[in-house]
């Protein structure tokens, strides 16, 4: 499985929106809703941000959603602040794990 | 609060054998939930390695499944990882996880622990 595309950097001024894509084949994203999304700060591990497409995990602000159009899934953060500067990766499950190359979020 | 903690050498010598273990905390690894290793070579991004469950049921990812071994010890709450034949490509920091209960996310991580292949 070849890992999912990202873009390499995106970036957003506080209280903006952006959103991360990431584009699979419809053997993995476009198969199923089973996508999940992680942040992570520098020397940190990740943190379980959306799954199965579009659920929160307790704990996770709601200005974060996720979304699935086709082979493209898409993490959309509303309302940016400082702290969600950060790398994002996408995930798809499809009886193994295959992640997306990551997406770093600057705050301007 | 489910706690997981990498511990094992941080250095090992090419075509040596990596080992890894994964002690679990604020919960029984024989309650369920698979339990799994990923890795992040220096500045790239994520590769899933493989899962197990409580009853040692494993799914390698294909491209390392003959090196890989993982096994679990339910009496300890451990779980590890072996590697074997290692190479400089394998230089990463290594993360265990738990798997959520739908099985196709990982919700709980460990701090990750940096593994140099070098002689």
């Known amino acids: 499985q070849s890992a999912l595309t990202q873009p390499a950097s995106v970036s957003g001024s506080p209280g903006q929106s952006i959103t991360i894509s990431c584009t699979g084949t419809?053997?993995?994203?476009?198969?199923?809703?089973?996508v999940s999304w992680y942040q992570q700060h520098p020397g940190k591990a990740p943190k379980l941000m959306i799954y199965?497409?579009?659920k929160r995990p307790s704990g996770v602000s709601n200005r974060f959603s996720g979304s699935k159009s086709g082979n493209t899934a898409s993490l959309t953060i509303s309302g940016l602040q400082a702290e969600d500067e950060a790398d994002y990766y996408c995930c798809s499950y499809a009886g193994n794990w295959v992640f997306g190359g990551g997406t770093k979020l600057t705050v301007l | 609060q489910v706690q997981l903690q990498e511990s094992g050498p941080g250095l090992v010598k090419p075509s040596e054998t990596l080992s890894l273990t994964c002690t679990v905390s604020?919960?029984?690894?024989?309650?369920?939930?698979?339990w799994g290793w990923i890795r992040q070579p220096p500045g790239k991004g994520l590769e899933w390695i493989g899962r197990i469950y409580h009853s040692g049921t494993t799914y390698y990812n294909p491209s390392l499944k003959s090196r890989v071994t993982i096994s679990v010890d339910t009496s300890k709450n451990q779980f590890s990882l072996k590697l074997s034949s290692v190479t400089a490509a394998d230089t990463a920091v290594y993360y265990c996880a738990r798997v959520g209960s739908s099985g196709n996310h990982l919700d709980y991580w460990g701090q990750g622990t940096l593994v140099t292949v070098s002689s």
């Open positions: 419809s053997s993995d994203v476009g198969s199923y809703n089973l």
């Open positions: 199965e497409g579009s």
């Open positions: 604020g919960y029984s690894i024989s309650s369920g939930y698979y």
